[in-house]
């Protein structure tokens, strides 16, 4: 099909959708292309927080803004920005959940931000997810509408700890890393080090997700559903996150939520969100004392864990939808 057919199908669409919705009502409304797991970190939490909501009764629409619909909350960039200017309606609270700067942890300015800005116009309020992400984006002078920071929660009904764990009894420390996007701002070169320079007799290593990279000694697990990567991360002693200027990792929320202590770039939003659960290194030659750390304060650390519950988070995400 032609790309101006589709174009022209889809605007047909919206309005025929716009037309049916405005006598319709829900209790909020979220504009994001959703995907089936495994995805991006922002699409992990976005089908959480649905299904939250869902259990406490409240009816979400998706990608429409039905006339009776008080709230809607839309996603950065990941939506089809000309329905939601054609949905959008006076009366409606319009609310921007904003990730990165884009830029930043892409490590390259395509324009992006700046579009996010612009779409921003349309809000009363945003969201963004750490305390790092709010400041790097006043920093860049790309202002946003009334900001608040609330972070990232993942779904305990999927990633949660284990009922008992394997001891250490001498055994190699089991380590994971895990990433969907394969941008080797991911932390391609700490781990292209580890392979080379860890000592493998001491530590298992398992990269799971997307990766350009090929190892020599790292184990390398496919791409995983939300269910299956939990059962992997749970069977895992440790994590590590290497990402640059991540905002609020997902993988990182959902390896915590696992129980699992993090050794962790101190970098973006990771230092907030791993707290006293982890130990934070500067450089990739770092690595090996902070593995052999992590392991001698094991127990101390997996206690000293504390993640957002998806329940506060949802609690504050309708406080601002308001």
Known sequence: MRPFV????RRAETERDVWRSRAARRDVA?????????????????????????????AVEVNRLSGGTPACLYNSFNF????????????????HRVDGPIGAY?????????????????????ILQSRYSLEKHRELGLALRNPVVIPNAVDPAVFHPPVTREPLDGRRLRVI??????????GADILAWLDEHLDFDAYDVTFAGRTQQR?????????????????????QDAYLAPSRDDPCSNALLEALACGL?????RSGGHPELVGDGGIGFEHA??????????????????????????????????????
Do not use: C
């Open 30 to 58: 979220m504009f994001h292309e959703f995907h089936a797991p495994p995805y991006g970190g922002g699409n992990q939490f976005l089908l959480a927080l649905r299904r939250e909501l869902g259990r406490r009764g409240l």
């Open 215 to 235: 190892f020599r000694r790292i184990s390398v697990v496919d791409p995983l559903a939300s269910e299956p990567l939990a059962d992997l991360l749970r069977a």
């Open 261 to 265: 202590p993090a050794a962790f770039l």
């Open 177 to 186: 890393v895990s990433s969907w996007s394969d941008n080797p701002r991911k």
């Open 106 to 126: 892409r490590g390259f300015d395509d324009g992006t931000d700046r579009r996010i800005v612009e779409i921003n116009a349309l809000a009363d309020a945003t």
């Open 6 to 9: 589709r174009v022209l199908l």
């Open 80 to 95: 089809d920005f000309t329905r939601l200017r054609r949905f959008r309606r006076p009366g409606a609270r319009m609310v």
């Open 285 to 322: 030659e770092e690595l090996p004392g902070v593995l052999a750390r992590l392991r001698d304060q094991l127990e101390q650390l997996r206690a000293a864990i504390a993640v957002t519950p998806l329940s506060d988070v949802a609690d504050r995400y309708l406080e601002v939808l308001g």
